[in-house]
């Protein structure tokens, strides 16, 4: 048990706790690509409601990017697969991809009745870090090699 825990020895703060007065604003692009801001669905607004940082839905004219915020390591950041799941999808790994700057970001595929869609997922810090998934991120930020804040990007977009 003790070593299950050693990761959270010293930790001076609880994780999950954000301070979103840090919060710097909503990028205006992405990719490139012009963002327009989207209302969330009645499911994404009830993620948010203990969610320790910030959930936006974009537009980039051809994709929908979901993009979270947080300046706290949290177990409340999802692997987007986990979510698609959970609301009917069929979900099928698919290839790493690169994004415009070369990073790595995890993909698969969503299918659920006539919806076929590809997400592709990263998580970026600061200092020019980033993982394709969200565990990966999840101890880099508990062990403190990536302090915060970190942005969530997850691209979906029509296949």
């Known amino acids: 048990m ?9 930790m001076s703060e609880s994780p999950g706790t954000a301070k979103n007065d840090r919060f710097p604003g ?7 690509r012009a963002l327009t801001e989207l209302p969330l669905s009645q ?23 979901i993009i979270r915020w947080l300046d706290a390591p949290t177990r409340r950041l999802h692997p987007a697969a986990d979510c698609l799941r959970g609301s009917g999808y069929w979900v099928t790994p698919l290839p790493v991809r690169r994004d415009e700057s070369g990073a790595a970001m995890g993909c698969f595929r969503a299918t659920r009745a006539a919806d076929d869609l590809m997400i592709c ?24 090699s990536s302090p915060g804040p ?6 979906a977009q029509r296949r």
């Open 43 to 65: 499911r994404e607004a009830a993620f948010t409601t203990d969610f320790p940082g910030r959930v936006g839905r974009f537009s980039d004219g051809k994709r929908e990017i």
């Open 121 to 144: 997922e990263l998580i970026r810090d600061g200092r020019g870090g980033s993982w394709p998934d969200v565990s990966a991120w999840y101890w880099s930020a508990m062990l403190a």
């Open 26 to 32: 909503w990028p205006a692009l992405y990719e490139g």
């Open 2 to 10: 003790s070593a299950a825990t050693a990761p959270l020895i010293g």
């Open 150 to 155: 970190w942005w969530s990007f997850v691209v």
